[in-house]
């Protein structure tokens, strides 16, 4: 399984967030920013090439070999993006006040549904299994862990298990969301999937298997 951000070493970080801010870079101008030589921004480029955070550019000036500029990926730019968790918690707050229950449950349907648009897609395999794989490793992309594994050998029932909470404190204020996370869940994977463990319960972790 893909574990992106557990992957990168913090110099590599300082990298991306270089590139976040500063646009398309040159190694020269990389090194002179970070302070550190060229050969070892051209380490840290190729590690972060290879894992397609970041791609390079041709630069033509006159003649002889083009020069390279670097900059990052969607998947990169989706990486290091903002942390949106103070919007969503309003969000959330203000869709939780109104007095419609109906308007509620219709703008609760329309973000499931655009979630859904959004990632159904990027969801491979044929089995159970091989979804749960595909969807933790598209979650670890957007550092969220999770990690699959096999819970009962002899019904091979797989099971996904929350590492971390994706949304901690409006978990703990409205498990609404929990309601909401497990139908996302079950829809992305085909297989209607219940909470089985959840940390609001005392649980050590959230776990989700097919019911």
């Given amino acids: 399984m893909s574990t992106v ?34 050969t070892a921004v051209r380490q840290r480029l190729a590690r972060l090439l290879a894992q397609g955070l970041v791609e390079r550019q041709p630069v033509r000036n006159g003649r002889g ?4 500029r670097y900059r990052l990926t969607s998947k990169g730019i989706r990486y290091t993006g903002s942390n949106f968790a103070d919007l969503a918690w309003a969000l959330w707050r203000e869709v939780s006040k109104l ?9 609760f349907r329309r973000v499931l549904q655009s979630l859904l648009e959004r990632y159904a897609s990027q969801i491979q395999g044929r089995t159970l299994l091989e979804r749960m794989r595909s969807l933790a490793e598209l979650l670890a992309e957007r550092r ?9 050998q002899t019904r091979q029932l797989p099971v996904l298990t929350a590492n971390v909470c994706p949304y901690p404190e409006l978990a703990e204020s409205d498990r609404t969301i929990c309601a909401l996370e497990r139908v996302l869940l079950s829809e992305l994977l085909g297989e209607n999937i219940t909470l089985a463990e959840c940390r609001l319960d005392g649980g050590s972790t959230c776990r989700f298997q097919p019911s």
Avoid at 9 to 38: F, K, Q
């Fill in 5 to 38: 951000a557990a992957a990168i070493p913090s110099t590599d970080n300082d990298v991306l967030e270089l590139l976040r801010a500063c646009g398309p870079l040159g190694v020269a101008e990389l090194a002179a920013e970070i302070a550190v030589t060229p």
């Fill in 65 to 68: 070999r083009p020069k390279h």
């Fill in 144 to 152: 969220v862990s999770f990690s699959v594994e096999i819970a009962d």
């Fill in 99 to 107: 007095e419609d229950h109906e308007v509620r449950r219709t703008v």
